[in-house]
């Protein structure tokens, strides 16, 4: 098994404790983790991709505040804001970055499956993020 291959496994394992800890507490453990057992150049390309995958989340989540959620909540009548609907937008974000991101997850050599669960928690960072600034 090849030193990427190996790089591959073991971030796979961080990336998916990420979706529990929280990517902003656990990056800094992942790039260490990249730093240690890889080459620079892999590195820098797991970072790239990850710093990517990070980018188009927050350009997703602004888009759709922009579009969907001020209008779900501006329009109460028509669209009553529910569990439902924002469980179907996480949704539909996570596509979105899946799909604008896929030169990235290549990079990771996952499915988009395997990496739904970093994306995610991309998007939930983005919201958060978001929230703070309004």
Request: proline share 2%; with cysteine.
């Amino acid at each position: 098994m090849s030193i990427e291959s190996q790089f591959v496994e073991a971030l796979s394992g961080l990336l998916y404790a990420s979706a529990t800890a929280g990517i902003a507490v656990i990056t800094p453990k992942i790039k260490d983790f990249v730093k240690a057992h890889t080459k620079e150049k892999t590195a820098t390309v797991a970072f790239n991709a990850l710093d990517g995958l990070a980018k188009i989340a927050q350009s997703v989540v602004t888009d759709f505040n922009q579009r969907i959620v001020a209008d779900a909540k501006a329009n109460k009548a028509m669209h009553a804001w529910t569990p439902e609907l924002a469980k179907q937008i996480k949704k539909d974000a996570v596509a979105a970055v899946l799909s604008q991101g896929s030169c990235f997850i290549k990079l990771f050599d996952k499915t988009s499956e395997e990496i739904k669960p970093l994306i995610s928690v991309l998007i939930e960072q983005a919201v958060s993020k978001s929230k703070i600034l309004t």
